[in-house]
Each structure stands twice: as structure tokens, then as C-alpha cells.
């Protein structure tokens, strides 16, 4: 009785074990990803390389960015990536040509069963995005909650909460550099 005790008790450890490293797995998968995606974003003079979009009531993450080398040639190169949630609450992630709209688009799942999906964005305090201010950091840097498509540069930072995991990742932005310069 004492060893089918402990050997029930073993199993149920080593199924939280199991459940635990999965959730691990699936969280570094999340922000290696992104943090892929989020450095190699580059401006293209057709379409804004960042901004996010109101669809279905749900926020929709769009990026043009260098996917480098991919197994598929099709899928090489600059993209345009989308980071939406699915009908499944799967946050996804759709790579599409920019040069070839007849090339079927790619997507794969980032995270599983995502119930709560929020962003911020960090930049340079600005008039234009007023309506969207979250809170103020300092003088002149503030927290957003929305990135529109006709702002044209990248936030410093971005926050993306995925149920309660936060994920932080950064952008190098040549253009604000430029710009700050030049003001500042």
C-alpha cells in the first residue's frame, strides 16, 4: 500500500512536471519569436512597417520584416507579418510576400489558448498619438496603447501581455534616431 501511495504520488509530480516545462517551452517559443520579428522590422516605402489594427473586435500586430533565409525560398526576404488571434484563441502569426500576392501565405500558432492579449507601446512623447496615451513615463517618453498605421516610425518598446505573462522587446528605429536628433 505504501509503495502504490508513493508511486501515485510520483506520478502526478511528474505530470506537473510535464505540464510546467510545456508552458516553459511554449512561453520562450513566444519571445524568441517575437523578438526575431521585433528586431529585423524595416521600413518599405510601399506600406508602414508597424502598426495595429482593429479587426473583428480584436487587435491584429502588423510588421514588414527581413524573415532572412527560409527553407522556402517564397518565404525568404522582406515579409509582411501579421500577429493576430484565431477563432481557436491561438495567437498566430501570418508571413506573407510583399512582392508575390499569388504565394499562398504561411501561418503558425505562437501560443495556445490565449484569453487575454494586450499591448503598449513606448516611445517619444507625441500630440499625434494623444488619444492613445496610456501613462507618462517622463517629460518626454510615454507608455501607448495603440501604434496607427499613419505614424510611420516604431515605438522604442513594445509590451505585449499574452494571459499573464509579460514579454518585452525592443526596436532600433533609424528614423527616430534621426529625428531626435535633428529636434533634440
Known sequence: T??????????KIEK???ISKKEIFE??????????????IKP????????????KNKK???VIFDNKVDPDPNFSGYMQGKIFINDK??????ISSLEDENIKPRE????????????????????????????DVTKNLSWYNFWPEDKKSL??????????????????????????????
Request: net charge neutral.
Open 2 to 11: 505504501f509503495l502504490l501511495i508513493y508511486f501515485i504520488n510520483i506520478n
Open 16 to 18: 506537473k512536471v510535464e
Open 27 to 40: 512561453k520562450n517559443h513566444l519571445h524568441v519569436r517575437l523578438g526575431y520579428i521585433f528586431s529585423e
Open 44 to 55: 518599405n516605402n510601399l506600406k508602414n512597417a508597424f502598426y495595429l489594427e482593429e479587426e
Open 60 to 62: 491584429a500586430l502588423f
Open 89 to 94: 484563441n491561438d495567437l498566430m502569426l501570418k
Open 108 to 135: 503558425e500558432i505562437l501560443y495556445k489558448n490565449v484569453k487575454k492579449l494586450e499591448y503598449r507601446f513606448l516611445a517619444i512623447s507625441d500630440n499625434k498619438l494623444k488619444t492613445y496615451l496610456k501613462e
Open 155 to 184: 515605438p522604442s518598446s513594445i509590451c505585449i501581455k499574452v494571459n499573464d505573462a509579460d514579454f518585452a522587446f525592443f526596436t532600433f528605429d533609424t528614423n527616430a534616431i534621426i529625428t531626435y536628433k535633428i529636434n533634440g
